[in-house]
């Protein structure tokens, strides 16, 4: 079995009607680069941007961010890669930067909220993202976002940044996509006023799970909250995608659930156009998606969304995985 997802590498994932699917990595540090390569990844759908700044002593400058972008863009040019700006708090944090201590930090001051208060050090992020952008096929987003103000705010900071290096001489490329993370529920209730402000969505199910179940995604206690199959998860994503595509744009799913096969069977069925995981899943990924056709998700994906309990959905899905093996 081995060797046949080795042997996987270099062929498409296409559905047996024709479909291609779009199969992306996660990446977070240069290392990743090659285990993404090894895996026949399509590009990076999601760049943990603060994997980086998390393996440091020190905020890095605007130069030393360049020269890490550049880096991973040419390291899968022509394919495009979607970084990620900081996305700390939570779990996640700088050695370096010392945040309030809060009761609930997944809660709390995190993520896109940092930067929109620490404009500082978001300017010098953005200024990195941009100088690198002339070097492949970027596409920008922002992690936790939970309402139009702070797209409104981010594109303020954005333009301004641009300006400058601009003013400087710089070449800046203008054909970045930007994009936001939805991973919460207050995105998903206002998909279709956030889609107008963006090029692409992309569905973050390992915090949405976690903020609509109210289950800590860490916490071993509340394991059986965190369950991906609850129909509130589903519906959600349901929504995203039907309202991307009403308004022509694209979604990408980047969290671990699209790592079961079945489960990117099921999201496909229900209109995912990309997904991105953690590049060891993708061979077993491209597997299941060169086996099936796209009527045969939709139709998974069709009952699914009729079911009315995770028991009942789980089953159903664990019968088709068994038909497709
Ligand atoms: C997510 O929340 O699903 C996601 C992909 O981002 P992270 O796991 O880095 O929070
Ligand atoms: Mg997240």
């Given amino acids: 079995k081995q060797r046949e997802l080795e042997e996987l590498r270099d062929l498409p994932a296409v559905t047996h009607d024709g479909h291609k699917v779009i199969l992306r990595a996660n990446i977070g540090l240069l290392s990743d680069i090659r285990i993404a390569h090894a895996n026949g990844a399509d590009g990076v759908g999601l760049y943990r941007s603060e994997f980086p700044y998390m393996a440091r002593a020190c905020f890095p400058t605007r130069e030393e961010l360049f020269s890490l972008y550049r880096k991973v863009l040419e390291g899968f040019a022509p394919q495009s890669v979607t970084i990620r700006t900081l996305d700390i708090g939570g779990d996640k944090t700088l050695p370096y930067f010392t945040t309030p201590k809060e009761d609930n930090p997944f809660m709390g001051w995190r993520s896109i909220r940092v930067s929109l208060e620490r404009e500082d050090i978001f300017r010098v992020q953005l200024a990195g993202v941009l100088l690198a952008s002339p070097y492949g096929k970027m596409r920008l987003m922002f992690p936790m976002v939970s309402s139009i103000g702070e797209i409104w705010q981010i594109k303020n900071i954005l333009g301004e940044v641009r300006e400058e290096l601009i003013r400087e001489g710089q070449p800046v490329a203008d054909d970045i996509q930007f994009g936001i993370m939805v991973e ?47 129909p509130a998860v589903i519906h959600s994503i349901k929504r995203v995608a039907d309202v991307a ?81």
């Fill in 245 to 325: 595509h009403a308004a022509g744009k694209p979604v990408c799913i980047c969290g671990e659930m699209a790592a079961e096969p079945i489960n990117a069977i099921l999201l496909f069925g229900m209109g995912i156009d990309e997904f991105s995981l953690a590049a060891p899943s993708i061979p077993a990924v491209k597997r299941a998606f060169r086996l099936v056709d796209s009527a045969t998700a939709q139709e998974i994906a069709r009952q699914v969304v009729a079911l009315e309990s995770a028991g009942a959905i789980r089953a159903l899905l664990e019968e088709a995985a068994a038909r497709l093996n």
């Fill in 184 to 230: 919460l529920p207050a995105a998903v209730q206002t998909a279709h006023i956030l889609i107008k402000e963006v090029d692409f969505f992309s569905i973050g199910t390992n915090d949405l799970i976690q903020y609509t179940m109210a289950a800590d995604r860490n916490n071993p206690k509340v394991r059986k909250y965190y369950d991906p199959y609850q």
